[in-house]
């Protein structure tokens, strides 16, 4: 068991080196927009403090970040150039030694405004059903 447990651990580690990457990658004038657009949906999903499917709920609880993220992170892949991307993949590992975890509290009031604006869309859009 413990081994199954190093090596989710293992995995869960190249996610956060792979996603911060991906930021970096983001911040690169050689990368074309709509790979931004798609890097800044898959760092924002992945680093979200909200979670659209809460991880208590038995198999669909984390089948969300099973499946979104990997395969977000496959197609911004593709859309990146490779040089740029292992560039971005060593400053990352570099960043994560020397620093750990990043923390962006800008970004993460971002991320909050945003589902709060979409639960207030969606609490108006029930409502406007629901009026005679």
């Known amino acids: 068991m413990s081994g199954l447990l190093g090596e989710l651990r293992q995995q869960a580690r190249r996610l956060t080196a792979e996603t911060h990457?991906?930021?970096?990658?983001?911040?690169?004038?050689?990368?074309?927009?709509?790979?931004?657009?798609?890097?800044?949906?898959?760092?924002?999903?992945a680093?979200?403090?909200?979670?659209?499917?809460?991880?208590?709920?038995p198999v669909l609880g984390y089948l969300d970040e099973l499946i979104v993220i990997p395969a977000g992170i496959k197609l911004a892949l593709r859309l990146i150039p490779r040089e740029v991307m292992e560039e971005c993949r060593e400053k990352a590992r570099v960043e994560l030694e020397r620093h750990g975890r990043p923390k962006n509290w800008i970004a993460a009031g971002i991320i909050v405004m945003v589902w709060v604006a979409v639960l207030v869309w969606a609490v108006r859009a029930v409502a406007r059903l629901w009026r005679p």
């Open 47 to 57: 680093l979200s403090p909200i979670d659209p499917i809460p991880d208590f709920i």
């Open 21 to 45: 990457a991906l930021y970096l990658a983001c911040r690169d004038p050689c990368v074309p927009w709509y790979a931004k657009a798609v890097v800044a949906c898959i760092v924002g999903y």
